[in-house]
């Protein structure tokens, strides 16, 4: 499998070369140069497999080639050793047809790990196989940070730089970053919103010269590795309700737009999704989108959903070059002109397309503390305030009650136990592995939202690790 630039510009690679190079050259996301179609009978031969036989299977095609089957087996098999539930992605039934897939068993506790706990490894073997390392640079709106550094910490082949910004991510979020002490781990704390980390990350990337000196990498989920991982659980989640004769839908609580466009890319291989539901919190962007095809930013407010305090989804750029029928030139267009105006709009044709998969929903931070308050005492489950805007989100815009319906929730409760304690009343507690997670040392540095001198620092520390 090759893949291929979404602004059409950049050279087509190999999935090695797609993983290491994160955002492709001309800036657009590498996406595969065509979806690999699971037919019926074969989606069918994948039920009743466990996780990580399942995920085998389905990431298969996309790194055929390029990792031997047997190694393919062992790393997928180690990406989900470590996750403290024997099914990796447990369905809980909250009522009639509608279930909660519960994406928090790893371990940072979010849904991230999922394909996080993957990509540290399938970098470490590629880089350990051309005798290479590299510098990542990520942004972290709190649970990819984390996620993000337990994957590559104390791997020989990798420096990892996390930007987080200052005081916006939750404190147990903060500490699972901070409190790693690994030399090739180095923690940012950014005077500025997440969007500002993230721009900066971009900027680096833009920067060609920077870019090579430090060999850069990404982690984010403008990664396609990222991406692909998170499509298992869509596939392992519909072949428990029906599919593949059957339609399920999915409610997705979304920030960047990844792990929903990793339902749309399950869709697109074959498997039966009836509905996609976005549910977003203030930062509404995506959901102003799908009334009326217009993408325009306003600011970012802070939210007690912080991993969804984004106004800039930069991984909808995927789905805007499926809509424009993976046109690079017209989307190249569009998003230069976003990111010269904050604004674009699709045709009519393009909204009707989307809507026939997507649909979307926004509630405030009043709104997610009465259904996780509301989910609690009906429901008996405890769930984090994203993972309450996904059920929300389901509830509201669930379509047919015929077809099962997955809400996927992100988060473990008690990486947020301040918002869950004002709805709920209750204080959750950490799982035992982080259970003196408080009592750990922190290390970070705070920096102005200032690229130079975050490239500076990035420069001076880079060799950390290897010395
Ligand atoms: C990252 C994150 C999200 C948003 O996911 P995207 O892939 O960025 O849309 C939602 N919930 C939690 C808990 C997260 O960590």
Known sequence: M????????????????????????????????????????????????????????????????VIEDSDLA??????????????????RQLGDGEWLMELFHGPTLAFKDYAMQFLGRVFDHILTKRGERVTIVGATSGDTGSAAIESCRSRDTIEIFILHPEGRVSEVQRRQMTTVRDANVHNIAIKGTFDDCQNMVKGMFNDTEFRDHCKLSAVNSINWVRVMAQIVYYFYGALQLGAPENPVSFSVPTGNFGNVFAGYGAKRMGLNIEKLIIGSNSNDILSRFFEDGRMLTTGVHPTISP?????????????????????????????????????????????????????????SDDETLAIMKQVLSENKEL?????????????????????PHISLATAHPAKFPDAVKQACGQHPA??????????REEHFTVLQNDRNQVQDFIKKHRMDGAN
């Open 2 to 65: 090759k893949y291929v630039s979404t602004r059409g510009q950049a050279p087509t690679l190999s999935f090695d070369d797609a993983l290491l190079s994160g955002l492709a050259r001309d800036g657009g996301l590498y996406v595969p140069e065509e979806w690999p179609v699971f037919s019926t009978e074969e989606i069918e031969s994948l039920s009743g497999l466990s996780y990580p036989e399942m995920a085998i299977r389905i990431i298969n095609p996309f790194t055929a080639g």
């Open 74 to 91: 062992t790393l997928v098999n180690e990406s989900y050793a470590g996750f403290n539930d024997p099914a990796i992605a447990p369905l």
């Open 307 to 363: 991993s969804m305090d984004i106004q800039i989804s930069s991984n909808f750029e995927r789905l805007l070059f499926e809509l424009y029928g993976r046109n690079g030139d017209i989307t190249q267009t569009m998003m230069k002109t976003f990111s010269d105006t904050g604004f674009f709009e699709v045709g009519q044709s393009q909204l009707e397309q989307a809507l026939s998969l997507f649909s979307a929903q926004r509630f």
């Open 383 to 403: 769930l984090d305030p994203h993972s309450a805007i996904g059920v929300a989100a389901g509830r509201a815009k669930r379509i047919n009650n015929k077809t």
């Open 430 to 439: 950490l799982p035992p592995s982080l259970s003196d997670l408080f009592e």
